[in-house]
């Protein structure tokens, strides 16, 4: 619920507040820093992220005029990345499916929200590609592309994103559709993970 407070609030910081409770129910959907994460538990949920992200960035893609003034998105894909792991663990990723049910990117303040929880997870995949290492044995060249994610450049990334809408956000009125967004892309993926 939004307050006087969380409406002066700069757009990171009312992101990171409004999502909080989305965010840590997927990580509870998700459990990939579970002890008990088996080899079969994350490839499914590679297959999982490969179902949403592979629509959601083609939609980011095709939606990337109103982001090119302030993001190269291409370099942000991360299908490719979901493919080479599946590949690496036996599965044809172009046999998997995929999700219809979308948060809806038909503006540069959607696609911000959406992209906001996509580079977060990035961000996250750092540990996480720590925790599978150890427990599954996998690495960025055999099955780990995706959490490792742009590797040492991930830190680089996460601020130009951080920059990108933070100067979205002075140039325009729209942090509530923004918000929206991101908490719509948070539902839309457990919904997907769960039902899968």
């Given at each position: 619920?939004?307050?006087d407070v969380t409406l002066q609030?700069?757009?990171?910081?009312r992101l990171r507040t409004e999502t909080r409770d989305r965010h840590d129910a997927i990580e509870q959907t998700l459990l990939l820093m579970d002890d008990d994460l088996t080899p079969e538990a994350y490839r499914r949920?590679?297959?999982q992220f490969f179902g949403f992200y592979k629509p959601v960035e083609?939609?980011?893609l095709d939606g990337c005029g109103p982001l090119a003034?302030?993001?190269n998105v291409q370099a942000r894909r991360k299908t490719p990345l979901l493919e080479a792991?599946?590949?690496a663990l036996g599965q044809a990723a172009a046999r998997l499916p995929v999700c219809t049910t979308l948060p809806p990117l038909v503006s540069a303040a959607a696609c911000f929200g959406c992209?906001?929880?996509l580079e977060g997870a990035t961000l996250g995949g750092v540990i996480i590609s720590r925790h599978v290492?150890?427990?599954l044995g996998v690495s960025p060249a055999a099955g780990g592309a995706f959490f490792y994610g742009y590797g040492e450049q991930t830190g680089a990334m996460w601020q130009q994103f951080r920059a990108a809408i933070t100067d979205f956000s002075r140039q325009s009125d729209a942090q509530d559709a923004v918000v929206a967004s991101a908490r719509a892309t948070f539902e839309a993926l457990q919904h997907w993970c769960e039902g899968r």
């Open positions: 619920m939004q307050t609030l700069p757009l990171l910081s949920r590679l297959e083609e939609r980011l003034p302030w993001l792991d599946l590949t992209l906001y929880v290492g150890q427990k």
